[in-house]
């Protein structure tokens, strides 16, 4: 190789090598998410590591192929659209989708609204949880109805012959929610309108969620066979730590309600329990100032609703006396149900439902004999569980057991009773529930309730103690009088 052809090499790897350090020199590629790309621009706006950027897109690339929500390869030194790339978007928050405006979703993140890009088309609903990119600028991805907060439930087969001691209460809810359906033309005719809103008061454990569950049950099957849905919340879970949260669950409570109604062309029950936690009365000291716009909140969704919307709203509580009387005027709440203790003749119904297809032993005719000697002691006027003891040690009355029976005390001592049973059949074969199972169970049921005083609510004091009732109870709250349970 002569002089002229070394120099010619070497020329040739200094631009090599000069190339080489201009490329060593230039900044990585780096990567973004298409936030929108307009028909009549060659620019696209996205959003990278968080920053709001424009990007050209070179006439090279088929713009029709970047869409919103598209990850791209970018240069950084020129802003331009390199590639797409085959990498997934880093993930971001999971946030609750409020209002759906345009293409843009408004969504609740760290407590406080949001706009976002929406980049899934018309497949999100207002209720719906979204993951956002890292940035935060645009949905992604929407999450299954099941994995949201508030469940639709489809409501198990519950005909009103499954609820036993209830008959009255059944047919006032009947008069107030199945006539309007059944006999639809008589009341256009008097103007009157099914009701928005029913309340069931009374003791725990006497039915007030498995008349809710009926009432979805049965309207299901008004109207036209259909499958009536279930959104059950209790009070206490709709409250969330971040301002206005609260009220964001309420509405999408309700959103979830009215569209779930409207896509299934079914009623839609939505049972609130515990209602008193989250609609305590205003100005009275015994809320707290979150109430002021909660409860305001709660009556916007009620007062929104038409009859259109197939939407019913059942409140559950037994501190009645709490509740802001606004939530429970007519148009809202229209009818206050309360469910009482079941009688002698109630406790023989909810025992046939739940003794039904249980093997006995000994020749009973009927399951009402087999449990009689167990509800004579009940409803005994001798029989006491507590003892309402002054503090100077004076007794000033007595709550009896049938001041503590309910519908779940009687599911749990069939339950205990079939339990004795199952292991004495495991270990001497002997089969059948027999009476000693059942006192036993009684006996071990009345002694976990009567620890629990809080299961004694208003209308028990008033059984006992009459015009009194107030006045004992306030004291009894405050440590004046103490209930002495009989241990025997």
Known sequence: MNDKQKLEEAEKEILLLKDELERIQQPPYMTGTVLDSGTKTTHI????????????????????????????????KTSAVMGISEFPTPTGQVVSVEEIQDGRLKVIKDGKPHIVYNSMNGTVKVGDEVLLDEGGYIALQRFDKKKTKYMLEEVEKAPWNTIGGLEDVISVIKEEIEYPITHSKIYERYGKKPAKGILLFGPPGCGKTKLAKSIAYNLGVLANNGN????????????????????????????????????????????VDEAEAIAKKRGTGISTDVYDSIVPQWLSEID????????????????EDILDPAILRDGRVDRKIRIPRPNKKGCNEIFDIYFKNKP????????????????????????MAYRVMSSDGQCLGKFGYKNLISGAMIEGMVARACGYAIKREIANGKKGICKDDLYSAFKDELNETTQMTQTLVKDDWKDVFGEKASQYEEMFRHGYINLQRNVN
């Open 228 to 271: 009536a849905h279930f959104i059950s919340v209790k009070g206490p879970e709709i409250l969330d730590k971040y301002v206005g949260n609260s009220e964001l669950n309420i509405r999408n409570i309700y959103a979830a309600a009215r569209e779930n109604s409207r896509e299934t062309k079914a009623p839609t029950v939505v049972f």
């Open 45 to 76: 706006a996205i959003d990278h590591q968080g920053i709001y950027e424009i990007a050209k897109v070179p006439e090279k690339f088929e713009k029709t192929s970047i869409t919103r929500g598209s990850r791209v390869i970018l240069n950084p």
């Open 304 to 319: 929104g609703m038409s009859t259109t919307d197939n939407v019913i709203t059942i409140l559950a509580t037994n501190r």
């Open 360 to 383: 006995l032993q000994g020749a009973f005719t009927s399951v009402r004999d087999f449990i009689s000697p167990i509800l004579d002691e009940i409803f005994s006027d001798d029989s």
